[in-house]
């Protein structure tokens, strides 16, 4: 028996192997998946009892529309080869479907899923349109009806208008490279809005405006950016990252610009409100006017010397009414003191003349020379009637009765 070396056992095998299954379709879940800098992608193919590993080199990675994830089940087309330095045998594949749905909606939902988590698709970040815009960009086929439809709709509704359009590929291997291009390039050209957008489609037609790349150019402009691509059911990921999403190229338009017949109605009920806050405010203004007049006519100078004119004629009357009362009361009284004043003269002098009679007999009844009772005499000092309590020893005071005075000397005083 032939013995052989390890290299052409194994060269046999792999002959063997890739004449025998040079092309195989396989089902089975992704796992261990390796991105290689060199851009292959080597992964292991699994099912309930049985791995088998396998390779994607870049010329075929590159057209995968959904990314490789850990568990997801796939249908690989491929061939088995062996890699004879270390005998081990994998499947090559030339492509590889999602099982069970479309890889192109697989990648959708991947693309859609992760620019939700990077907040792409949030409301706070979508910028305000401008109600009246002067300058906008449409990023569209320069060939396709999509285009005819929007200037269409624009010049019957807006005519004030500067339009630019910016022709590019909208379906392709290079269309959304073309795309992302042309939204960076008329984001830095003073833009009011900037439309991008393209007429129904498939969803292989459309899927330019599902890439990543076009997303994140329209997610760094800073210019407001309209997604108006294929009919209302069509949904691709521009939609969301978008200010605003529009059903159709010619809706986007009617979104956008003003109606000018609407602009001219909204003047005209402008102007008609204009003309009636005008004439209200000349009504009031007049009606303030004659308040002021009315106020300045009761405040004038004249109103007030006027006014004390008439308060100083008041005061006139007033003073005399009271004076000509006041006379004639005191006419009255005059006239009752006249009748009443020598009878009052005649009972007061009587009066008087009885009191000096009773003083008169007081004094008499009280002068020293009246009293008569024995023992008895009025002490005086310095002619000055006084107690005898309040003499001292040695005092001089005088003793009178009514018929001695006594001068003399206190020698001592004894209080008892």
Request: hydrophobic share 40%.
């Amino acid at each position: 028996m032939h013995t052989l070396s390890v290299s052409s056992l194994n060269e046999q095998i792999k002959s063997l192997l890739e004449s025998t299954f040079e092309r195989v379709l396989v089902e089975g879940e992704l796992s261990r998946i390796t991105f290689h800098n060199s851009g292959h992608i080597y992964f292991t193919l699994k099912d309930e009892s049985s791995t088998i590993k396998a390779v994607i080199f870049k010329a075929n990675a590159v057209k995968l529309k959904f990314k490789l994830q850990e568990g997801l089940k796939v249908v690989l087309d491929g061939a088995i080869t062996l890699y004879k330095p270390r005998g081990e045998y994998q499947i090559n594949c030339f492509s590889i479907q999602p099982s069970g749905h479309g890889a192109l909606a697989l990648a959708f939902e991947q693309l859609k899923n992760k620019l939700s988590m990077q907040g792409y698709f949030d409301t706070s970040r979508k910028k305000q349109l401008p109600k009246f815009p002067k300058k906008i960009a449409l990023i569209t086929s320069a060939t396709g009806a999509a285009l005819q439809d929007m200037l269409r709709v624009a010049n019957k509704r807006y005519k004030l208008l500067e339009i630019d359009v910016y022709d590019v590929l909208v379906q392709g291997e290079r269309a959304a490279f073309s795309i992302a291009n042309a939204i960076a390039f008329s984001d830095t050209r003073d833009y009011d809005i900037i439309v991008v957008g393209r007429g129904g489609g498939s969803i292989e037609d459309l899927w330019a405006f599902n890439e990543e790349i076009v997303a994140d150019a329209i997610f760094r402009a800073k210019t407001p950016i309209v997604s108006a691509v294929g009919h209302e059911i069509d949904w691709v990921i521009s939609d969301f990252v978008a200010d605003l999403r529009a059903p159709t190229p010619s809706a986007a338009m009617e979104m956008i610009l003003p109606d000018t017949n609407e602009l001219y109605q909204y003047i005209d009920s402008l102007v008609s409100q204009y003309n009636q806050k005008i004439l209200q405010k000349i009504y009031n203004s007049k009606q303030e006017l004659s308040h002021l007049m009315s106020l300045y006519s009761q405040h004038s100078i004249e109103k007030k010397i006027s006014h004390k004119i008439d308060e100083i004629k008041q005061f006139r009357d007033s003073f005399n009414q009271t004076v000509s009362f006041k006379m004639q009361s005191f006419s009255k009284e005059v006239d009752s003191i006249k009748i009443r004043f020598p009878h009052v003269i005649e009972s007061r002098i009587n009066i008087a003349q009885n009191q000096v009679l009773t003083l008169q007999k007081m004094l008499e009844s009280n002068h020293p020379k009246l009293k008569t009772k024995k023992g008895f005499a009025q002490i005086s000092k310095d002619s000055k009637v006084i107690d005898i309590a309040s003499l001292e020893a040695d005092d001089i005071f005088d003793l009178m009765s009514d018929r001695v005075i006594i001068s003399a000397k206190v020698l001592n005083k004894i209080d008892i």
